[in-house]
């Protein structure tokens, strides 16, 4: 049982840096195997080239990114953090979707009559846990009917195939010590349900 982090943060103090420091602390204590991949820290790029543009026909796959997804196939469980910024992802999350989860690793189209459109997810033998801070309240985007949780549950992993559990800090604002015990919880029990 091997474990990816996925993290999309500056190098700063806050909400998504102590969610990603109980993490490790729990998959330390557990001695569970894990790699962190900071995008930030690595210098990513999330810029989708013209030779990698699947749907023109091109299947270019730099090597950066076949290493990334050898590290996602060996993975059985993988851990996104990341804050939301204008009601999504940061770019450099956005950019790693689109150059490392391409067909033929990810997902094929179904080639079925009419359902030809269809997605296949290919890697439904993964788990996948998004832990995301988010400075606006919870009926904020309860009225706007979630995006940031859409985006990347509904309209992301779940598209190739994987469990997903997705679980939002909101108001994440001032990490005063009260608000390091609940994340603290949310974390664990987040995690605990990664490897029931």
């Excluded at 190098?11 to 204590?29: H, I, N, P, R």
Aim: aromatic share 14%; glycine share 6%.
């Amino acid at each position: 049982m091997s474990t990816l982090i996925v993290y999309a943060h500056p190098k700063t103090k806050g909400f998504c840096s102590f969610m990603l420091q109980e993490v490790v602390k729990y998959l330390k204590q557990k001695n569970i195997d894990f790699e962190l991949l900071d995008l930030y820290e690595s210098g990513f790029d999330p810029v989708l080239k013209s030779e990698e543009h699947y749907i023109s026909g091109n299947r270019f796959v730099s090597d950066e990114v076949k290493q990334i997804q050898q590290k996602i196939s060996k993975a059985s469980h993988l851990v996104f953090i990341y804050p939301v910024w204008w009601a999504s992802m940061p770019a450099v999350l956005k950019g790693f979707l689109d150059r490392v989860f391409v067909p033929r690793f990810a997902f094929r189209y179904s080639r079925k009559g009419v359902l030809k459109w269809l997605p296949v997810g290919l890697l439904k033998d993964k788990r996948a846990l998004v832990l995301m801070s988010l400075g606006s309240p919870h009926f904020l985007y309860t009225l706007l009917g979630n995006p940031p949780k859409r985006m990347i549950k509904t309209l992301g992993l779940s598209f190739f195939g994987m469990k997903i559990r997705v679980r939002q800090v909101f108001n994440a604002r001032n990490l005063t010590d009260e608000r390091k015990q609940s994340v603290s919880k949310l974390v664990v029990s987040s995690l605990r349900w990664l490897y029931s």
